[in-house]
């Protein structure tokens, strides 16, 4: 049951952000669960080997490219999902600061 909800907020978080930044378009709530399972899919087999990857870059920026590799991912979830469009890099970047602060509120109100 959790994580089904977890799946539900990221839909949301995805569709409020669509909503929010102008460039980034998703044709449905259908769309929005993909793309949701496929950021979070991800975020649990891709990230952890960019990370281990980019440690060097990671450290020296003190963390600062993790945003940079979120929004490969975001990107890269673009190419994947028909229908979802993130538009440019600085919009993929916008797109993946507004579901982390939407997760951060769900996650603190969920407390």
Do not use: E
């Not at 669509?18 to 649990?44: C, K």
């Not at 945003?67 to 490969?72: A, R």
């Not at 916008?94 to 769900?106: A, D, M, R």
């Amino acid at each position: 049951m959790n994580m089904f909800f977890h799946f539900a907020i990221n839909t949301i978080a995805v569709m409020v952000a669509a909503y929010l930044i102008p460039g980034v378009m998703v044709s449905g709530w259908f769309t929005a669960f993909v793309v949701a399972v496929v950021l979070g899919l991800l975020n649990l087999f891709v990230k952890p080997v960019l990370l281990a990857l980019t440690l060097p870059l990671n450290i020296m920026t003190l963390g600062l490219f993790t945003l940079v590799i979120n929004t490969i991912l975001v990107l890269i979830a673009g190419a994947i999902v028909p229908g979802f469009v993130p538009g440019s890099f600085l919009i993929a970047l916008l797109f993946g600061l507004v579901i982390s602060l939407i997760n951060i509120l769900f996650d603190s109100a969920a407390k």
